[in-house]
């Protein structure tokens, strides 16, 4: 099968696309055809080896000291059951499914467990749309729901509100009945009203920090803000959410936790099942939808990357992975 592989950290040059054998599927797991899959900001941090400084030895052990442990990336996909384990119950042959793996999914096929996020594609969604949910949207969903604490009647000021999570985090804020102000370039503003900010902010011409809106929960999705400077702009007892952290974050978030008032608060966001079937139900009826920033073949896949690492791409970046293969066996 064809698959985009690395063995090397360095840039997107690293990546080509190379013949490697299909995964071999146990008991409990299941084989996806994949149609598409999402090149995420996990991804080439991952490719690159770009973790935080204070992070990164602990990053380098987690996935691989000097050469990468998982060669082929991708965690978000869409595709069709191909095969099926003894175990592996619940699922249809050719049936239409998405969902979040560890990596592989850059690839042809894609082996993965019975039990782990993956369920049958929302309706209404083809596997370039669906593709572009998991990692955004559930990472939005933990986030609001389990760091910050959202409330109904609540403010929420999300930096970041054109990424892959940002899109995500200004529909569910809004589904979650808050208030919603979106951190955005003018050029943005009419996408994210359209997603359901109640107003959005030029960060290159207002310096939120010092305005006189406070709000509730601030959510940094791109590492845009410093906690010492957005907590000016939080509430008496208002959290900064950050996505991305270093060792001085992990610092403020402890003295914050202590001192009480307003908080720093920083995690890591998990993939679950059940969290998953929460935005399916949501997408099936229309109460949220996925924004694609471009498209690319899988033999594109080091471009794919330059588009993400560049971050400037609104909402997700996916490869029609089906396709490329069809193309290239021509």
């Known amino acids: 099968m064809k698959a ?87 699922f249809a042959d050719g049936q239409a499914v998405f969902g979040h793996a560890g990596a592989g999914a850059h ?23 669906a593709a572009a949910v998991p990692f955004g949207a559930l990472s939005a969903l933990v986030f609001l729901r389990d760091m910050a604490r959202l409330q109904p009647g609540q403010t929420i000021l999300i930096a970041g509100a054109t990424g892959d999570v940002g899109v995500w985090a200004v529909q569910l804020a809004r589904h979650m009945g808050a208030e919603v102000t979106a951190l955005a370039s003018a050029d943005k503003h009419a996408l994210v009203r359209g997603l359901g900010a109640h107003h959005a902010i030029d960060y290159r011409r207002q310096d939120v920090s010092r305005g006189a809106a406070r709000y509730d929960v601030i959510l940094d999705t791109v590492g845009a803000t410093r906690f010492r400077d957005a907590r000016r702009a939080l509430a008496p007892t208002g959290r900064w959410v950050a996505l991305e952290f270093g060792l001085r974050e992990v610092w403020q978030a402890l003295w914050s936790g202590i001192a009480g008032g307003r908080r720093a608060v920083i995690g890591v966001s998990g993939d679950s099942r059940a969290d998953l079937a929460e935005l399916a139900e949501l997408l099936a009826r229309g109460a949220i939808r996925p924004v694609i920033d471009a498209t690319f073949p899988l033999s594109r896949i ?18 029609t992975v089906a396709e490329a293969a069809a193309l290239a066996a021509e």
């Open 107 to 129: 690839a042809e096929y894609l082996a993965i467990g019975r039990d782990a996020p993956v369920l049958p594609r929302p309706e209404g969604l083809d596997h370039a749309q």
């Open 302 to 319: 080091a471009e794919a990357h330059r588009r993400v690492e560049s971050r400037r791409k609104t909402g997700a970046v996916v490869l």
């Open 4 to 90: 985009a592989w690395h063995d090397r950290y360095g840039t997107a040059d690293v990546l080509r696309i190379r013949d490697i054998d299909r995964p071999r599927i146990g008991d409990d797991e299941i084989l996806v055809k994949v149609h598409a899959s999402a090149v995420t900001t996990a991804d080439w941090r991952l490719r690159a080896s770009a973790f935080p400084a204070a992070f990164w030895l602990p990053g380098r052990l987690a996935f691989g000291l000097l050469r990468p442990k998982a060669k082929v990336l991708g965690a978000a996909f869409s595709g069709t059951v191909a095969a099926r384990g003894a175990n592996a119950t619940g």
